[in-house]
């Protein structure tokens, strides 16, 4: 086992190298970099993107070299000067190659830079929004598990009935439903919209959280996160709730259930005490990716809709704002953690069952 965690450690450095560089490479061609930013904001000409002529734009913003003011059309009137001092100062004054290995290099040291335009490291940045794209995604999984497995171990016994049926319609509808959709239709009909205005519109605290007592600010935070994990858990559930059903009729349909039925065991002991250990084997192993893809992805566009200010949102601002180091910091952890959760899961099969044998797989 030592050997397999060995090969997926040294793995994941092709794996993020891959990653950068495709990204890197991808933002060379995409307008409206830090500069153009600024310059517009300077002369209040309208969108720098629009402004933006021809050259290319690398990981930290316009390929700018010395004599290439002339590509910001919204440049005249300014001094050369200032224009490759800010250029200088964003470090688009060296080429691109030179830029990307100096920030694989920084980030090997877990130097992810400092915000473009917030004055903080990116790393503070990301440990100030990190609490609340957690708590989103430990009660999204919290909630999805105590739905989806018991309501998928009731599917699988009660296969074929008319429960099965109509339950499996709810479960379709809801995954064919996007999240943010859920999330427009509870702001309409519960936050205000044209219905009723029982939850809050956004944010996850009331303006007067600091005068509520303990009780207080357990009730607001409640009240103020039912909308988004509702929004988040209707349309997650449906695949661990087949995964849990398809899992157990699987064990149900094994020889070892038949002979524990003939020896006169009772069905709560049959499907408690034999089939779920080996039905949620699959089930158990995958809470951590299961986490993560809810952490990563899910709470993006919920965040977006309810102006939760966590990573889905800050990661939409800073690409909007091109804020680059944020963009491409955010990037780089959300890979690695990516891939080390996937080596927790795979190692979490083997714990739970020991005839995983990962040792003899190619990686």
């Not at 100030?128 to 171990?153: A, F, H, N, Q, R």
Request: proline share 5%; hydrophobic share 50%.
């Amino acid at each position: 086992m030592s050997a397999y965690i060995l090969r997926r450690l040294l793995l994941m450095i092709p794996t993020l190298l891959g990653i950068l560089l495709i990204n890197f490479v991808v933002i060379q061609f995409a307008p409206g970099g830090p500069v153009e930013q600024i310059i517009a904001q300077l002369t209040d000409a309208g969108s720098a993107t629009d402004r933006f002529s021809g050259g290319g734009s690398d990981a930290g913003g316009p390929a700018a070299a010395p004599g290439a003011e002339s590509q910001y059309r919204g440049a005249q009137g300014l001094d050369p000067e200032f224009i490759k001092e800010l250029e200088r100062q964003f470090g688009f004054d060296k080429p691109p190659a030179e830029r990307f290995v100096q920030m694989v290099w920084n980030y090997a040291r877990f130097d992810l830079g400092e915000s473009y335009f917030r004055s903080i490291s990116v790393i503070d940045l990301i440990l100030e929004k990190m609490p609340v794209s957690i708590s989103l995604g430990l009660w999204t999984t919290l909630l999805s598990y105590l739905v989806s497995i018991p309501l998928g171990i009731r599917k699988a016994v009660r296969d074929g009935t008319p429960f099965d049926a109509w339950t499996s319609a709810v479960v379709i509808v809801g995954y064919a439903i996007p999240g943010f959709l859920f999330a427009v239709i509870l702001l309409i009909f519960f936050a205000g919209g044209s219905y009723v205005q029982w939850f809050p519109l956004r944010g996850l605290t009331s303006d007067d959280w600091d005068q509520l007592s303990l009780a207080g600010k357990v009730l607001d935070y409640l009240w103020h996160i039912t909308l988004p994990v509702t929004a988040m858990t209707i349309s997650g559930f449906a695949t661990l709730t087949l995964l849990t059903k398809n899992s157990f009729l699987d064990e149900i349909r094994k020889q070892y259930v038949v002979t524990a039925r003939a020896k006169g065991l009772s069905e709560r002991q049959v499907l408690y005490g034999h089939v779920f250990r080996n039905a949620m084997l699959i089930v158990i192993a995958g809470f951590p990716g299961a986490f993560v893809s809810i952490f990563f992805t899910g709470a993006f566009v919920i965040e977006i809709v309810f102006s939760l200010d966590g990573l889905g949102l800050l990661g939409f601002e800073s690409v909007v704002n091109r804020d680059y180091p944020v963009v491409f910091g955010t990037l780089y952890l959300f890979s690695l953690m990516g891939m080390f959760v996937k080596l927790i899961s795979d190692l979490t099969y083997v714990w739970i069952d020991p005839r995983i044998d990962f040792e003899s797989r190619e990686t």
